[in-house]
């Protein structure tokens, strides 16, 4: 089963979509020192009041439920859990409240509880978000916790997620050189230039977010998605990779369900959590198959 | 039954060298391992990986170094080996194609790092561990090498011969956490054991949800001892309401340590009065501690990290995962303001007792990476020698258990039977009960085993019956209260600062812990994704776990490295170059001690008085 069952009736919850992203006058890594200036001011004022606001305060949490081996549960449904607030705490924190003290048999995966294992991706009000780098006091209450749509579920939050680990591997997602240099101990030169126009790229935790949130990847099984395409866009923008490499992957980039199925809506830049910019990086490459394609012309 | 030449139980970044190693000399090797490689906590390294590579530098400098570092609790042996072969396996992450932090020559980049004589830490910005996991998983899809992923290995396939050193391991069995699908894994030539840590014994950890020392545990139970284990390490730089790691890196370029009264203590107090912030971990942990007891922390709970003059180029460039982190999870600006941080657990320096090419002395067991002790860190590992050491001893164990013949090793493993055995005082153990049946048992090794194939497939039954037995309980005690009290009582009593009546305190709520856990049940019945079933295993694991620790810092009645006694406050080296051992000896553990190695191949140590 998956998540676009009748049951969402989340459609009327979901927040007002962000505008897209201002045209690329700044850098990446400007607009986001940008956000975090303003983030932190708002964070001032709130700070003031939230000391005494949440006194004793609790939030309810409904939870997606299904599990197809248990009575009751075969269909999905919400569960209700109501959770006592306390500043700083995460939607992981107040699912782990809610098994722990609740109901055992509450599941959902999660790890590292610092945003870099990719775990704990759900649909958290209408939106997808990581568990654990979510604040409570962020949303608006009750708080509404789903699977990832567009992936079946397997129980509770967890969904399969094979199809989009096929999807990163088709990439061929790995560093394959042309030539190394000589030495056993001799390293490659890499231009701290070239680092930094990989470096957001790399930073992908595999959590499915992008791929989830993508209207294409819904409609059309086979595209290869934000974060297949990201990877392949981490290794063809790698000088280390030689020049016969670079066109291999512009082949598997260019295929029928890769880069020019994006129509850049952006919504696979807005949830991610890393901030990578995916539908910049999406169209960057469509601008080298380009260029790649008149040089044969 | 699935059968492989070499199986590795975690996907990390030990797990994914030695298979990768294993596969490059031949084998058919397998992956098995509870979460997919990617989300392994080898991903949550900030701060770099040591490896001399510079003129100026060299690996006997590195080496002496890390035996400083260990206060002289580290095996030369396996110190030696580690710091000659970092460079080569740096270098081998670079060839795959690692982004690492670049100098304007396009060289990878070092910066300095605590208890280093030479900035010799190389790095990708201040996310290195993601950098080096993924590098590695990229490597493994490459090479087509099979991965069981979200496979949970609750038990090994172990002969029961009555003296470990004569048993041999056969395999895993492991459940597919999916579909619930038991089944066991035989493995031709070799099992190596990369689970990772075990912070999960304590409340304030910097360490995943995931690390509760399966590996440890598994390796204990079949017979084989463990090293050390009282020696874990607090890293002093972990936020202090979700314990999210601050890295050292924040130290190396340059970050300040104060406290309430402004004061920048680990000069002003004399903690480390050439060194300062760029201490070993233990010596800024006890520090922090210390000005916070002398009512100089900040809320009494901390005190500050501040790298707002190193300027926010510097700060974006090397470090710009620390703003993330500080202001997802703390709601701190680290551009215009300080962080606040505290000690938290963070790495255990012990565990399962290996040789230098990750041998237990269970045939065809191996263990490589934290879930081992080689022993490489001794009582304080340096910050950057956590990841070096994946790569260099998860690719030695990967080639040995595919077949390469690499001598004698020089380490001695095994139960000892001229050791004396140390009497506590204190019960620990299975206790006494006639209820103790196989769920609590944890599976001791199998009776009448023949063929390997029997040995395995005896296994499997076993761990069948383990889990009717959780699942068929209706009601009874749930296992995250257990935990719960077990994490508590840990980070109460057997923390940075260690007192024997605390300590024994510590193993009375074990015992409590360990009667309440055989009556443990699951409430989740479901044979798919069952979490609650695989985290009631896992707890037993950490019990396990947190009584050897606690065990052996009861014993160890001196202050070496990340151990401070109350009782006992200097380095006794005439009495404690030893390490300390336990083994399981059917569910009535015995401590014992072996001798450090101060010999190695090619340099000996003398011990000298720590200061930084």
Known sequence: MSTQTPESETETETEPEAEAEPPATK???????????????????????????????????????????????????????????????????????????????LTFRHSCRQAVCGSDAFFVNGRQRLGCQTQM????????????????????????MDHFYDQMESVQPFFDPDELPDGELEEQRQDRENRENIKLSTRCIWCGACMSSCN????DNQYLGPAAINAAYRFYMDEREGEQKRQERLEI????????????????????????????????????AVKENLKFW | ?????????????????????????GADVAIVTKLHPVRSHTGAAEGGINAALRDGDSWEDHAYDTMKGSDYLGDAPAIDTFAKTAPEEVIQLEHWGMPFSREDDGRVSQRPFGGLSFPR?????????????????????KRGIEVYDEWYVSNLAVSDEPDPNDRECHGVVAWDVQSGEIAGFKARDGVILATGGLGQAYDHTTNAVANTGDGVAMAYRAGVPIEDMEMIQFHPTTLPSTGVLI?????????????????????????????????????????????????????????????????????????????????????????????????????????????????????????????????????????????????????????????????????????????DREELGVPTGLPDSDSAESAADGGEPVVDARSPDDVVADAEVREEERIETLLEREDGVNHADVRANLQQSMTDNVNVFRQEENLEDALEDIQ???????????????RTFNTDLQHTIETRNLLDVAEAITMGALARDEFRGAHWRKEHQERKDDEWLKHTMVTWNDGDPELWYRPVLLEGHDQTYEPKNRSY
């Open chain 2, 1 to 25: 039954m699935y059968e492989h030449d070499v199986i590795v139980v975690g996907g990390g970044g030990a797990g994914l060298r030695a298979a990768i190693a294993a596969q490059e000399q």
């Open chain 1, 27 to 105: 850098s990446h890594q400007q607009r986001r020192m940008d956000d975090k200036r303003a983030r932190a001011e708002a964070r001032d004022e709130a700070a003031a009041q939230a000391a005494t606001e949440f006194e004793g305060e609790t939030v309810e949490l409904k939870v997606f439920r299904y599990d197809p081996e248990v009575e009751g549960k075969e269909e999905p449904r919400f569960d209700s859990f109501t959770v006592p607030f306390e500043k700083g705490m995460t939607v992981l924190d107040a699912l782990i409240f809610a098994r722990d003290e609740y109901d055992s048999s």
């Open chain 2, 247 to 419: 890295s050292e890196g924040v130290r190396g370029e340059g970050g300040i340590l104060y406290n309430s009264e402004g004061e920048r203590f680990m000069f002003e107090y004399g903690y480390a009065t050439n060194d300062g912030e760029l201490a070993s971990r233990d010596v800024v942990s006890r520090a922090e501690l210390t000005e916070i007891n002398s009512g100089r922390g900040i809320d009494d709970e901390y005190v500050y990290l501040d790298m707002r003059h190193l300027g926010e180029e510097r700060i974006t460039d090397r470090l710009e995962n620390i703003l993330h982190l500080a202001e997802d999870f703390e709601g701190v600006d680290g551009l215009e303001e300080p962080m606040p941080v505290k000690p938290g657990q963070h790495y255990a320096m012990g565990g399962v007792e290996t040789n230098e090419f990750g041998e237990t002395c269970v045939d065809g067991l191996y263990a490589a990476g934290e879930c081992a002790c080689v022993s490489l860190h001794g009582a304080n590992r340096l910050g950057g020698n956590a990841l070096p050491e994946l790569i260099v001893f998860g690719a030695l164990a990967g080639r040995h258990a595919a077949g390469e013949d690499m001598g004698e090793p020089l380490i001695e493993t095994g139960p000892s039977d001229e050791a």
């Open chain 2, 512 to 526: 409590e812990a360990r009667e309440r856990y055989q009556d443990v049940y699951v409430a989740d019945k479901s």
């Open chain 1, 216 to 219: 294409i990847a819904a409609g």
């Open chain 1, 253 to 288: 980039i260019e295929q029928e369900h890769g880069v020019w199925r994006c129509q850049t809506q952006f919504s696979c830049t807005e949830v991610c959590p890393k901030d990578i910019p995916l539908t910049e990086h999406i169209q960057e490459l469509k601008r080298e």
């Open chain 2, 121 to 141: 830490t190389t790095y990708a910005g201040a996310e290195t561990g993601h950098h080096m996991l993924h590098t590695l998983y990229q490597q493994v899809v």
């Open chain 1, 137 to 160: 006091g962020d949303l608006e209450w009750p708080v509404r916790v789903e699977p990832l749509p567009h992936q079946d579920v397997v129980k509770d939050l967890v969904v399969e």
